[in-house]
T-cell receptor, first 118, second 114 residues
Framework: EADIYQTPRYLVIGTGKKITLECSQT?????MYWYQQDPGMELHLIHY???????EKGDLSSESTVSRIRTEHFPLTLESARPSHTSQYLC?????????????????FGEGSRLTVL | KNQVEQSPQSLIILEGKNCTLQ??????????LRWYKQDTGRGPVSLTI?????NTKSNGRYTATLDADTKQSSLHITASQLSDSASYIC?????????????FGRGTQLTVWP
């Protein structure tokens, strides 16, 4: 079992509301990620972090923002939610591998946060 | 263009039967290939990870194979159980996790019927 937790699991809100999706891991991992997943589609990376005070945008453009003030926390915030933000958001973490040939950087996922914006 | 293609898109089998899921990729350079199982409404869980030098790896009733020359992988499930019903996702990394990018397939939706 992976020690990475997401809250809330489900959220239904109205357009224009500000929301924060929480993600915490107790494995001491340096690298953390946020993915967006729609039904039947592949996961898309929207944000990642190499460690405290490090945040980078992923491959998929997103209006959300993230912060990494503590190693274990990587919250995602939407300042003004819209129906187009309706999706499943998955948080993940991995060790910052040394880059050796056999480093695989096992990725551990949280259970996901299902966001519906009305 | 680096891509990961999975087939079939969906599959229905009877409990106790075996099945094989396919993954073809064009990712280069290649670092490792992972198979994940994702139950409906849950996060993906790792089944296997294979590097360039590994051509088979097992995890219980799950056996993954890798042919780095043809850039193909398969996931074989033996004696399927109802709990195997899930989406199986193939993920390819172009380098180690420090610098590499992960390319995700869309998954194969497996349904096991009693």
């Amino acid at each position: 079992e992976a020690d990475i937790y997401q809250t809330p699991r489900y959220l239904v809100i109205g357009t224009g509301k500000k929301i924060t999706l929480e993600c915490s891991q107790t494995m001491g991992h340096d690298k953390m990620y946020w993915y967006q997943q729609d039904p039947g589609m592949e996961l898309h990376l929207i944000h990642y972090s190499y460690g405290v005070n490090s945040t980078e945008k992923g491959d998929l453009s997103s209006e959300s923002t993230v912060s990494r003030i503590r190693t274990e926390h990587f919250p995602l915030t939407l300042e003004s939610a819209r129906p187009s933000h309706t999706s499943q958001y998955l948080c993940a973490s991995s060790e910052l591998a040394s880059g050796g040939a056999r480093d695989t950087g096992e990725l551990f996922f949280g259970e996901g946060s299902r966001l519906t914006v009305l | 263009k680096n891509q990961v293609e999975q087939s079939p898109q969906s599959l229905i089998i009877l409990e106790g039967k075996n099945c094989t899921l396919q993954c073809n990729y064009t990712v280069s350079p290649f670092s490792n290939l992972r198979w994940y199982k994702q139950d409906t409404g849950r996060g993906p869980v790792s089944l296997t990870i294979m590097t360039f030098s590994e051509n088979t790896k097992s995890n219980g009733r799950y056996t993954a194979t890798l042919d780095a020359d043809t850039k193909q992988s398969s996931l074989h499930i033996t004696a399927s159980q109802l709990s195997d019903s899930a989406s199986y996702i193939c993920v390819v990394s172009d380098r180690g996790s420090t610098l590499g990018r992960l390319y995700f397939g869309r998954g194969t939706q497996l349904t096991v019927w009693p």
